[in-house]
């Protein structure tokens, strides 16, 4: 008699986009520190945002265009993963919506939906790693800040709309840094430094596009002055960066201060807001 072998649950699919996790807890940390106390709600978000963030991997996989006919096995056993991460993400999410009635996160939802519309399509096309690619992502990503903020304190206040406008502008300027930092080690193995040009200039706008518009939001009373300070040292690491010009470069490293410059940012910010 011919025995069926049950099905295999192998090892996790996780994301293999290291940096997105600074950026979402980042988000996270930055909208329940200003919101200035944790509750059950938010340790529920955070399983959302968590389990929400390694489906990512699978579903990544699935949307990329199969070479040739494609392994199923592999097909099958994002298909698991993605249903296991959703599953927990959803049994998380129900009580927020149903015991703690937080039915203002839908429209955090229809907002998330657009950006993963957006990248799913980008993924898709193999577009995904592009400059407007990774913006959209740290777009999405950084919406975990006025969500976090929201359910910590009850209710969406309009410090949301501003704690996401910053963490926007500042993990995007890690965006143009990283990418400076690789084109610029690409260039000089290759003997073509004026092949980084685009990313240095790239970056250079948008840091000067920063020095003008945080302090014009000051300014104009939206944002605390000492918001300045978070962004100190994102600044200094652009302008110490562009002056370099190595052939070798450790992303190990390079990651780790990225998140360095995040813990920074958030304490600082939270300080301020």
């Known amino acids: 008699m011919k025995t069926v072998n049950p099905p295999v649950v192998r090892r996790p699919i996780a994301p293999k986009e290291h940096g997105a996790w600074a950026v979402l807890y980042g988000a996270f940390l930055a909208g329940v520190g200003v919101a200035g106390h944790v509750t059950v709600p938010v340790i529920l978000l955070l399983g ?76 898709r096309e193999g577009g995904d790693r592009i400059l407007v690619g990774e913006l959209i992502g740290t777009g999405g990503l950084t919406l975990v800040g006025p969500v976090a903020h929201a359910v910590a304190v009850g209710q969406v206040q309009p410090i949301g709309a501003v704690l996401w406008l910053l963490l926007a502008l500042f993990f995007a300027g890690g965006v143009f840094y990283v990418r400076m930092r690789i084109r610029v080690m690409i260039a000089h193995r290759k003997g073509a430094m004026a092949a980084s040009g685009p990313a240095r200039w790239w970056c250079i706008l948008y840091h000067v596009f920063l020095l003008l518009l945080v302090p014009a939001l000051a300014a104009g009373n939206l944002i605390p002055w000492a918001v300045l300070l978070a962004f100190g040292p994102a600044i200094w690491r652009a302008a110490v960066g562009l002056r370099r010009r190595d052939a070798t470069l450790n992303l190990r490293r390079l990651g780790w201060s990225e998140v360095g410059l995040t813990v920074a940012f958030v304490l600082i910010l939270i300080a301020a807001l």
């Open 48 to 123: 959302v945002v968590t389990l929400l963030a390694f489906a990512n991997g699978p579903l990544t996989g699935l949307l990329r265009p199969a070479r040739g006919e494609g392994p199923t096995g592999e097909r099958r056993h994002a298909v698991l993963w993605l249903a296991l991460y959703g599953s927990g993400a959803l049994a998380a999410l129900v009580p927020l919506l149903a015991l703690y009635r937080m039915t203002f996160l839908l429209p955090f939802g229809m907002a998330a939906a657009c950006f993963f519309v957006l990248r799913a399509f980008l993924v």
